[in-house]
């Protein structure tokens, strides 16, 4: 819909997938103050600025969606509301790149800023802990509550954008490789080479 913040794209055989827009703008990346216990790659907090708006997928990729996407399903857990699982960065470049080729679309996973400027809520950002409450059994499927395994997505609250699971259930993949911060304010990075 025009001007809506949220859209829903059809895939196949009934199954869509849930985009959340997510506006540009300037964030600290890192183990900011709010942060308990940080890890030391998550150091040194440095200022991030994206120049663009772009989607994020509301929930995780449903194992329904990766099977009528790929046609096969590597999940441990099984349930088409469950998160897929089981699958390396590879398989992902497959999935987008067949997901591009049914919806006609151009579908790629989110660079480590971008899903980290998202999972913190962009601008709507109130500066929590985990990505929508400084609580963690409000937002995410974790050691504690998840009884060792998945859960269905969106089960939890959303985020300040509406976004589900971007603490806890599963972990995501990004586009971009792992490499170590620096300090510098940084524009639309997009990790190591």
Same mark, same amino acid.
């Given at each position: 819909? +025009?001007?809506? =913040?949220?859209?829903?794209? *059809? &895939? ?5 997938? !849930? ?55 590597? +999940?441990?857990? =099984?349930?088409?509301?469950? *998160? &897929? ?5 590879? !398989? ?102």
């Amino acid at each position: 819909t +025009s001007g809506s =913040n949220e859209i829903s794209i *059809p &895939v196949k055989n009934g199954i869509t997938i !849930d985009m959340v827009k997510v506006e540009a703008g300037t964030f600290k990346m890192g183990a900011t103050s709010e942060m308990e216990n940080p890890y030391s790659w998550e150091e040194p907090v440095h200022q991030v600025t994206l120049t663009n708006d772009y989607y994020m997928g509301k929930y995780e990729v449903t194992q329904a969606l990766w099977q009528s996407v790929m046609g096969s399903n590597p +999940s441990s857990f =099984n349930g088409d509301d469950l *998160p &897929v699982e089981k699958v390396s960065w590879d !398989d992902c470049q497959e999935f987008v790149s067949k997901l591009n080729g049914l919806t006609g679309k151009k579908f790629r996973l989110p660079t480590e800023a971008e899903w980290e400027y998202a999972a913190r809520g962009d601008k709507k950002s109130c500066g929590y802990q985990y990505s929508g409450s400084s609580n963690v059994s409000d937002v995410a499927w974790c050691v504690g509550n998840s009884g060792n395994k998945t859960h269905p997505v969106g089960t939890k609250q959303a985020n300040e954008l509406g976004l589900y699971d971007m603490s806890g259930n599963v972990l995501e993949w990004c586009q971009d490789r792992y490499g170590s911060y620096i300090s510098s304010s940084q524009t639309n990075p997009i990790g190591a080479v």
